[in-house]
């Protein structure tokens, strides 16, 4: 479907004049005869219509036979005498941009009501009539769209008019969807005449439209809008690149169509035979989605190694458009039957529909000369909205009208969800700067993803959101008391990305009974978690927090990825010394392996590794032993008294339980009581009852490990606590304590409970980090 500008269509003349009408019976000339007829219509009652009208109204009555055509010619007669004699910077008369973007909203389906807006959008921004005189002239709803698309000036704002302004936007459309709906077709004709712009506000203009408005017209589903923005867009920012696939587009046209066309016949006849009424056509791709397969050719070698060249299936796609929803699986039946289907390619949107509404079946199958063709697959209905979104869905009910809905219906007229997450956020974000790139932010990711909690809540997150963002997303509160996430039965870390489907569980702190006003406030965010926010409402709270809270830092937290540790910035100053010093090497950089996270007074060893520094292992640790295997002599270390690591010391910690319920807080907040922060924490699925917990923890000073382990395994159900990469017989064992814990005073290494070695055995997948 390509919208057409605001013209007189072709072979349809608009009067009579143009016409030509032979001279009627009677004697009548044309000019007796145009006088009967205006004496005719207002015998009944309907005023004339503006001959510039008339185009519109034969597009606006395809699809509103019963429209007040009255209101529409009052609307246009305000408007033309409001902009009569302003001038477009293309030299043409004022009163041709809101006519174009009127037609365009015809053409999508509109209403009357937003037509007679439309008409109306520059008049209060750029003539001498008033919102005042709007609403009295045509209602309030009317001035409520007009107001809506009603830019703020740069007078008032200066620099900060454009994202006011776009706020200003957003809030209304919370409200009325059609101001965005108004706004997008305004766009869309600006962008057609864009060449009469300089060219450095050709670039800013079509910068802003690709960032923000296409976005928009993704999430109303207004596709045939966002097809056309996001060509000129294309055009105009990548020119070169525009023209060669145009004349790519050029070359295939002008060629027979040798696959999709001939297959579009065979599937019909296949269809009919079978008894599904059904319409099956050829879509071509607009510009730049051949240009985005024409990527994925060129980044996919053939068999040969060299990029592949388009293939004539790329052009296009096969549409089949049927009556019923079940005849949209009767089709899919059929194609898989007599065709190959590709793995992988079959998409439902019917059974869960995007979050702009867009219903159908997508598949792909391979033909015999070995060509893949696209399918899609959707009711009329479907197809409807698939192309003009929100606007299929007719104008908003008035409060307390009863909505006539099908139940297999599965559009939802009301506020989008997204939206109405970017109006919460929206709020708290006063600075127009802040607002302007959380906006551009928020809108970059091009789907949704649907995560269901534990206790059956379902939670709409942008693709990319993390543990984090749900937590948020649950509530300020639960963010800030979120100590770790279960994702499909596993624990896992809260920078998580969580994909479309996930069965989620946050886990967060509990306040005991009777506890007073401090130890009820939530332990909060940790800085790095800024690092894993992807939505704005998380961010904006996280960075709340941490303003208020400058100098209290979390105690349990997930740890920043591995390439970025955030250590306090108060205690920065303090940890400037070495941990270990390396006889023969002084100054040395230092590394305490992560493998089996060294603590004084463990007996160590380095080994040199990769740009003279020295990787410094416990004794018997595997990795060490490997490194010693492989030639790399071990270096004689020793602790230094005052140094620390930058980061701290870190220890690992594994505690083996009876598996039961809130073992993991209880856990957790053993760990908390002791005043040690959680990096990181991974639970094993259970076996045979038996569970296996895996921490990596910082601690204040070596000295707390002891303690650390003594108090998790004083928790009920944990029969055993160990560090993973412990040497075989760590030493003497005493009943209920650490090995090598005796009695005499200082630190003391530990080994485990029960002094053995614990290879770990977590199931990580490739790539994760153990500290992320």
């Not at 010619?73 to 008369?93: T, V």
């Not at 059974?351 to 509404?357: E, R, S, T, V």
Request: proline share 8%; charged share 25%; glycine share 10%.
């Amino acid at each position: 479907m390509t919208i057409e500008a605001g013209q007189p269509l072709a072979g349809q003349p608009t009067t009579a004049r143009q016409a030509g009408a032979r001279r009627p019976l009677g004697g009548l000339g044309r000019a007796a005869l145009g006088r009967a007829g205006r004496a005719a219509l207002l015998a009944t009652g309907r005023p004339p219509v503006p001959d510039a009208l008339e185009p519109l109204v034969r597009v606006h009555r395809e699809h509103h036979p019963q429209a007040d055509l009255g209101l529409l010619a009052r609307a246009y007669r305000l408007a033309e005498a409001s902009h009569r004699g302003q001038k477009r910077k293309s030299g043409e008369p004022y009163i041709t941009h809101p006519l174009a973007v009127t037609m365009i909203l015809a053409q999508l389906g509109a209403g009357t009501t937003t037509l007679v807006a439309s008409l109306l959008h520059d008049t209060v921004e750029d003539t001498e009539l008033t919102l005042d005189q709007v609403g009295a002239g045509f209602g309030p709803e009317v001035a409520y769209l007009v107001d809506g698309v009603t830019k703020l000036e740069k007078v008032d704002f200066g620099a900060a008019a454009e994202a006011e302004t776009f706020r200003k936007m957003l809030v209304a459309t919370g409200d009325d969807v059609r101001v965005m709906v108004i706004k997008l077709a305004d766009r869309l004709h600006n962008m057609r005449t864009i060449r009469h712009m300089k060219p450095a506000s050709q670039v800013r203009i079509a910068k802003v439209t690709r960032d923000v408005l296409i976005p928009l017209a993704e999430r109303l589903g207004i596709q045939v809008l966002k097809a056309e923005l996001e060509d000129i867009v294309f055009a105009t920012l990548h020119p070169e690149e525009y023209a060669r696939t145009r004349a790519l587009m050029a070359g295939h046209e002008a060629e027979p169509d040798a696959v999709l066309a001939p297959f579009a016949r065979v599937l019909a006849r296949q269809l009919a035979e079978t008894g599904v009424a059904a319409e099956v056509t050829v879509r071509s791709r607009h510009c730049v989605s051949l240009h985005r397969v024409l990527l994925k050719r060129a980044a996919a070698p053939g068999r040969d190694g060299q990029p592949q060249e388009p293939q004539p299936a790329d052009f296009g796609r096969l549409l089949v458009v049927v009556e019923e929803n079940a005849d949209c699986y009767a089709v899919l039946g059929e194609l898989h039957t007599c065709w190959t289907p590709l793995p992988g390619e079959f998409k439902d949107f019917v059974a869960a529909p995007k979050f702009n509404l867009y219903q159908s079946l997508h598949t792909a199958v391979a033909l015999e000369g070995g060509a893949v063709v696209e399918v899609l697959v959707r009711t009329r209905r479907m197809h409807e909205v698939a192309e003009t979104g929100v606007v299929a869905l007719g104008d908003p009910e008035p409060p307390g009208a009863v909505q006539d809905t099908d139940e297999l219906d599965r559009t939802d007229p009301a506020r989008p969800g997204w939206l109405s997450r970017l109006l919460e956020w929206q709020q708290e974000t006063p600075d127009p700067d802040a607002f302007w790139s959380a906006l551009r932010a928020d809108l970059a990711g091009d789907r949704e993803i649907t995560v269901v909690t534990e206790s059956g809540e379902t939670l709409q997150l942008r693709a990319g959101a993390t543990c984090v963002d749900a937590a948020y997303l649950l509530g300020e509160e639960t963010g800030h008391r979120c100590i770790g996430a279960r994702v499909n039965g596993r624990l896992t870390a809260l920078s998580t990305v969580l994909q479309d489907g996930d069965l989620l569980a946050v886990l967060t702190e509990t306040v005991p009974a009777g506890a007073g006003p401090r130890a009820a406030e939530p332990s909060g965010p940790a800085p790095e978690w800024l690092a894993h926010a992807r939505t704005p409402a998380a961010r904006l709270a996280i960075e709340r927090w941490l303003a208020d809270h400058p100098a209290r830092l979390p105690v349990v937290r997930t740890g920043p990825s591995a390439g970025q540790p955030a250590p306090p910035a108060h205690r920065t100053a303090e940890r400037r010394a070495a941990p270990v010093a390396v006889a023969g090497r002084p100054g040395a950089p230092v590394r305490l392996a992560r493998c089996c996270t060294p603590v004084p007074p463990d007996e160590v060893a380095g080994y040199p590794i990769r740009g003279g520094a020295v990787a410094v292992h416990r004794t018997g640790c595997p990795a060490g032993e490997r490194m010693r295997e492989d030639g790399r002599g071990a270096l004689e270390v020793r602790w230094q008294p005052d140094g620390t690591p930058a980061d701290g010391y870190r220890a690992t910690l594994r505690a083996e339980a009876l598996n039961r319920p809130r073992l993991l807080a209880d856990l957790t907040a053993a760990i908390s009581a002791e005043g040690v922060g959680i990096v990181s924490a991974e639970v094993e699925p259970p076996q045979e009852l038996r569970v296996r917990h895996t921490y990596t923890v910082e601690l204040p000073d070596p000295g707390a490990l002891p303690g650390l382990m003594r108090a998790m395994l004083k928790v009920s159900g944990v029969y055993d606590v160990s560090r993973p990469h412990a040497p075989e017989g760590g030493g003497a064992r005493q009943p209920g304590g650490n090995g090598d814990d005796r009695s005499a005073p200082g630190v003391r290494p530990s080994w485990g409970i029960h002094g053995r070695s614990a290879a770990f055995t977590g199931h990580r997948s490739p790539g994760d980090n153990p500290r992320s």
